[in-house]
T-cell receptor
Framework: GEDVEQSLFLSVREGDSSVINCTYT??????LYWYKQEPGAGLQLLTY?????DMKQDQRLTVLLNKKDKHLSLRIADTQTGDSAIYFC???????????FGAGTRLFVKA | NAGVTQTPKFRVLKTGQSMTLLCAQD?????MYWYRQDPGMGLRLIHY???????AKGEVPDGYNVSRLKKQNFLLGLESAAPSQTSVYFC?????????????FGDGTRLSIL
């Protein structure tokens, strides 16, 4: 998972926006994903973006992709305590078995 | 609608013991995977399968074996457990048909080797 890098921790106040950043290395990646892991559970797909897109918005979530810099970000608007979790960035190089995961960013939301 | 089910959820082993982790999916997915999750290292792929009767090595296969005798099941075996295999193990599956092929994960098996 070292090819996908994320900061390990992020702390925000409830109601603020959270921005989780990720860098990846393979310019041929087709899809980029954000997964969410809550305590004691597996990863759940949060959202994804195809590599020919710059932005994708889904309710409180905004994904930005800068393909030139190989940078992906996830913005969570109006962050709630229920958003506290680990967020994994992942890139797919074609086929599920070529999906590379980052180490995950642990988001702490303070009330 | 169970999705991906892993058994057991927790297990403690002594060094040298063997065990098998079970994974079952009810989504008729072709691809199945075994990962381990360690602090600060994210998910590392152990083995994967692209279909019934086929398996392949991932990033960290040493010390593990797998079998996919039925499409819905993917088994991970530890023949002689070592403390370095203490980890949380996740099974996942994905479809060949869906273009973006997101993976569906089980809730994990927490394994401690003493």
């Amino acid at each position: 998972g070292e090819d996908v890098e994320q900061s390990l921790f992020l702390s925000v106040r409830e109601g603020d926006s959270s921005v989780i950043n990720c860098t990846y290395t393979d310019s041929s990646s087709t899809y980029l994903y954000w997964y969410k892991q809550e305590p004691g559970a597996g990863l759940q797909l949060l959202t994804y973006i195809f590599s020919n897109m710059d932005m994708k918005q889904d309710q409180r979530l905004t994904v930005l992709l800068n393909k030139k810099d190989k940078h992906l970000s996830l913005r969570i608007a109006d962050t709630q305590t229920g958003d506290s979790a680990i967020y994994f960035c992942a890139e797919s190089r074609g086929g599920g078995f070529k999906t590379i995961f980052g180490a995950g960013t642990r988001l702490f939301v303070k009330a | 609608n169970a999705g991906v089910t892993q058994t057991p959820k927790f297990r403690v082993l002594k060094t040298g013991q063997s065990m098998t982790l079970l994974c079952a999916q009810d989504m008729n997915h072709e691809y199945m995977y075994w990962y381990r999750q360690d602090p600060g290292m994210g998910l590392r792929l152990i083995h994967y399968s692209v279909g019934e009767g086929t398996t392949a090595k991932g990033e960290v296969p040493d010390g593990y074996n797998v079998s996919r005798l039925k499409k819905q099941n993917f088994l991970l075996g530890l023949e002689s457990a070592a403390p370095s295999q203490t980890s949380v193990y996740f099974c996942a599956s994905s479809s060949l048909d869906r273009e973006n092929q997101p993976q569906h994960f089980g809730d994990g098996t927490r394994l401690s080797i003493l």
